[in-house]
């Protein structure tokens, strides 16, 4: 069956990247004979250009209405000055919410062929292979902000942290099923010494892990977790966490791999909606330039087929091409080393389809 894409472009190097994964999932389908449409709408700063709005209601219907959404990036200095809410990144929040996605999967994967480019020893980073579950839609960044005073009349902010027992269980769920499909270990972060929210989700790891006997589990204080992360990131293979703590950790674990032009992102949820964008932004610096690194798009549009498609062997085909385009020593220039020739956006996309076509 076809499966309808959105496809949103967005701003900067955003339809540049986009351009590059659409192309390889045709030589998916070419190959393996999958079927895809392409519908593509506009978001983020474009939007505002061409409508007033981040993201249009024909936008949101239609991603509302696809099997899978695919993100490039938005934002950019033109738009720099607008009030939050009428920014292009304001449309990020408004998919999330409104596509109900829950949860945020972020894998971060230290290729061979690039272990020199991380920040930390080659020891400690190469075969590095986690992917990070963050709960998205709840915690304190959902929960009520304000301002008061205090009775002698000093002022005083208040953020209300607030998890439900469902919001919890259906995340840690999620993070048992995905370690049952890859090395069946689960970290679950949270700070149960100190706060509550933190006791509860202990307690439904404790009750979800019952259904998942193989699973191994480890819980970690979130201040611990930070530590190993850099210290012995190997030890993990899916590690849970809540939305807080999930935002500051896979910031940290995607800093191992070296550049933030190779990673991807899912965000799932209840339904079928999913969205899939690289973690980068839309790069105004470098945009119209054909120099962006299109794999962290073409590794989101892998997670599309994997997660919400279920066309497993066809995204193992993208991310091997991915990897062997890499041991070749092929890199655009945020992966190049002084000296080193570079490939163009579209070069490095053509290179990964030939790869693909090899296969
Ligand atoms: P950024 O990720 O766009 O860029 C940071 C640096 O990384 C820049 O030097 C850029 O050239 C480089 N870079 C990023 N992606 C690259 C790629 N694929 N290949 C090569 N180099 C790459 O972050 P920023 O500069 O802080 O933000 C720029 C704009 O993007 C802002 O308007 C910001 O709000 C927006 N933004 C959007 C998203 C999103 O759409 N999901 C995420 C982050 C930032």
């Not at 998916?28 to 392409?38: A, D, I, L, M």
């Not at 099997?67 to 939050?84: C, E, H, S, T």
């Not at 032009?261 to 899912?266: C, D, E, P, R």
Request: glycine share 8%.
């Amino acid at each position: 069956m076809t499966k309808k894409i959105a496809v949103l472009p967005g701003d900067g190097i955003g339809p540049d990247i986009i351009a590059e994964a659409v192309k390889v999932l045709k030589k998916v389908e070419q190959k393996f004979g999958t079927s895809y449409q392409f519908d593509e709408y506009p978001v983020g700063g474009c939007a505002i250009d061409q409508t007033g709005e981040p993201l249009p209601a024909d936008t949101l219907n239609a991603c509302l209405a696809s099997d899978a959404v695919l993100l490039g990036a938005v934002g950019g200095f033109k738009w720099d000055n607008l009030p939050g809410n009428k920014r292009p990144e304001a449309a990020l929040l408004g998919l999330r919410k409104e596509l109900g996605l829950y949860a945020n999967l972020r894998p971060a994967i230290v290729y061979p062929s690039l272990v020199g480019a991380s920040t930390l020893k080659e020891e400690v980073v190469s075969g590095v292979d986690l992917l990070v579950v963050r709960e998205l839609t709840g915690g304190i960044y959902f929960g009520e902000h304000k301002r008061t005073t205090t009775e002698d009349g000093t002022e005083k902010a208040i953020d209300v942290l607030e998890y439900t027992r469902p919001e919890i269980e259906r995340i840690v769920r999620l993070a048992f099923e995905l370690a049952m499909k890859r090395r069946k270990k689960v970290t679950s972060v949270d700070k149960a010494n100190i706060i509550e929210t933190s006791r509860l989700w202990r307690e439904v790891v404790a009750e979800v892990r019952k259904d998942f006997p193989e699973v191994e589990v480890d819980q970690q204080y979130v201040d611990n977790c930070a530590m190993q992360l850099v210290r012995n990131p190997k030890q993990f293979d899916v590690i849970v966490t809540e939305n807080m703590f999930g935002d500051i950790l896979s910031d940290e674990a995607a800093m191992l791999t070296g550049s933030i032009g190779m990673l991807a992102s899912a965000s799932i949820g209840a339904g079928n909606n999913a969205m899939y964008e690289p973690i980068h932004g839309s790069a105004p610096d470098i945009a119209g330039m054909n120099i962006a690194n299109p794999i962290a798009t073409i590794l989101s549009a892998a997670m599309m087929l994997r997660f919400s498609f279920n066309q497993v062997k066809e995204a193992d085909a993208i991310e091997t091409a991915v990897a062997a385009v890499l041991e070749k020593g092929l890199r655009t220039g945020d992966l190049a080393v002084k000296g080193q020739p570079t490939l163009s956006t579209t070069e490095m996309g053509a290179a990964i389809i030939e790869e693909l076509d090899r296969m």
